[in-house]
């Protein structure tokens, strides 16, 4: 199984940055590479168990589950039901700490996965990291966009 973590500082208290993350229908309001997501079958956002489907900028559609949210600990985990990678068994964990006194979070992004194929190169590996760096820069950009809108 491989693993991937990258842990930075967001500008930006825990309770602003935990007041996005943990709307899961609306990752498509700060990733530029989500044109559309949507809570299916009618289930409330955030709602373990819910599936949000994802349409991504080149039309691939990618299906993800909330598996477990804690707003005490701000950290939530969802896996991926149907995604256009060849990775079975991916699970990413976001999790918030708050740096005490300062307008900043640590943001600790964790992800576990299994690849369909033997990846020596650890290309999956690289996308997966690539993926989630750019989630983070993107986030990072959403909340300097909104602090001072």
């Known amino acids: 199984m491989a693993t991937v973590t990258y842990t930075a500082v967001l500008d930006g208290g825990a309770e602003r940055v935990w007041g996005v993350l943990k709307r899961f229908a609306d990752i498509s309001q700060w990733h530029p590479a989500i044109t559309q997501s949507v809570i299916e079958n009618g289930q409330p956002d955030g709602l373990v168990g819910c599936i949000r489907r994802l349409t991504l900028q080149d039309g691939a559609i990618l299906r993800e589950q909330l598996l477990s949210v804690d707003a005490v600990k701000l950290q939530f985990s969802y896996r991926f039901v149907d ?3 060849p990775v079975d068994n991916y699970v990413l964990t976001v999790r918030l700490i708050p740096l005490t006194g300062e307008d900043k979070t640590v943001i600790m992004w964790s992800a576990t996965f299994d690849t ?34």
């Open 83 to 85: 995604a256009p990678l």
């Open 116 to 149: 369909r194929a033997p990846d020596p190169e650890g290309q999956w590996t690289s996308t997966i990291e690539s993926l989630i760096v750019g989630g983070h820069d993107s986030l990072q950009l959403h909340l300097n966009q909104t602090a001072s809108a």
